[in-house]
Nanobody, 119 residues
Framework: QVRLVESGGGMVQAGGSLRLACAAS????????MGWFRQAPGKDREYVAG????????YYINSVKGRFTISRDNSKNAVFLQMNSLKPEDTAVYYC????????????WGQGTQVTVSS
């Protein structure tokens, strides 16, 4: 079984920064990509950012480009999300997700970490 554990959420004022971390553990994993999703109250879960495990490709939704940076540590099976210039509309539960090389789709999910940005 693959387990994802997130950390780093919290409350911050608009314009502030937070750094989320997610570590994967469990049985041997061949990671294809890892990413971050978020879900705000009353809204669907949305993709925020992703990073390829084999090259330097990263992906962001338009609303976070230039403010969020995703990075990884292959040796620790960990992914990070540096969030700067946070806005109230970034308030959500943030989820880490992992896709393995076999299925290449996000199959494994963390429990979520709350990010609250006050105005």
């Amino acid at each position: 079984q693959v387990r994802l554990v997130e950390s780093g959420g919290g409350m911050v004022q608009a314009g502030g920064s937070l750094r989320l971390a997610c570590a994967a553990s469990g049985r041997t994993i061949e990671i294809f990509t890892m990413g971050w999703f978020r879900q705000a109250p009353g809204k669907d879960r949305e993709y925020v950012a992703g990073i390829s495990w084999r090259d330097d490709n990263t992906y962001y939704i338009n609303s976070v480009k230039g403010r969020f940076t995703i990075s990884r540590d292959n040796s620790k099976n960990a992914v990070f999300l540096q969030m700067n210039s946070l806005k109230p509309e970034d308030t959500a539960v943030y989820y880490c997700a992992l896709a393995n090389t076999l299925e290449k789709s996000y199959k494994y999910w963390g429990q979520g970490t709350q990010v609250t940005v006050s105005s």
